[in-house]
């Protein structure tokens, strides 16, 4: 199985910062990689699918980049509704996810 | 516009067996592979079985540590993909959420989730 490594796994930020979370996948994966958000006690929710491609209806101060092992989610001016876990999933081979990255409130 | 709606979730002992399902509606049913994830108590997501569609054969597969426990299936004339969970154990507690998977891609909708509590 191919194991997805976030980092960091919790980070503090305040609204209108721009923030970066990691994922480094185990070997390589193209561009098999997606975002998802996920608030507490709801529905997780794709954010990037394919590394880069942004979800439709999805703001675009969401970003991500990255390609083979290494990807990056990138949130710009924080809002009060960003603070959430995010976690990254590969879909290169069998789904699995990365262990997710809370985002809280400074 | 895509919905998709659980239901089956509830308290069991470890050991028996549960049937989860998942309905769907507002896209053609059998042109999409659907997956469960799960979540265990304060948690993260793991995947742990897909079923392809029509066009793909309806293959499955499984998690390592479901594998022989669990059966994905599904009745496209119903709509339904169906997770048959047997001989439950009390790592399988958590949320399942139904979700349409694009194959080699996404998880682009999700249902709102199921709780399944094994304990005695």
């Known amino acids: 199985d191919i194991q997805l490594t976030q980092s960091p796994s919790s980070l503090s930020a305040s609204v209108g910062d721009r923030v970066t979370i990691t994922c480094r996948a185990s070997?390589?994966?193209?561009?098999?990689l997606n975002w998802y958000q996920q608030k507490s006690g709801k529905v997780p929710k794709l954010l990037i699918y394919g590394a880069s491609s942004l979800q439709s209806g999805v703001p675009s101060r969401f970003s991500g980049s990255g390609s083979g092992t290494d990807f990056t989610l990138t949130i710009s001016n924080l809002q009060p509704e960003d603070f959430a876990t995010y976690y990254c999933q590969q879909s290169y081979s069998t789904p699995t996810f990365g262990q997710g990255t809370r985002l809280e409130i400074k | 516009e895509v919905q998709l709606v659980e239901s089956g979730g509830g308290l069991v002992q470890p050991g028996r067996s549960l049937r989860l399902a998942c309905t769907g509606s507002?896209?053609?049913?059998?042109?999409?592979?659907m997956a469960w994830v799960r979540q265990a108590p304060g948690k993260g997501l793991e995947w742990v079985s897909h079923?392809?569609?029509?066009?793909?054969?309806?293959?499955?597969e499984y998690v390592a540590s479901v594998k022989g426990r669990f059966t994905i299936s599904r009745d496209n004339s119903k709509n339904i993909a169906y997770l048959q969970m047997n001989s439950l154990e009390t790592e399988d507690t958590g949320v399942y959420y139904c979700t349409r998977w694009i194959v080699q891609s996404k998880f682009d909708y999700w249902g709102q989730g199921v709780l399944v509590t094994v304990s005695s």
């Open positions: 079923i392809t569609g029509k066009v793909n054969g309806e293959t499955t």
């Open positions: 070997q390589t994966i193209n561009i098999y």
């Open positions: 507002g896209f053609t049913f059998d042109d999409y592979s």
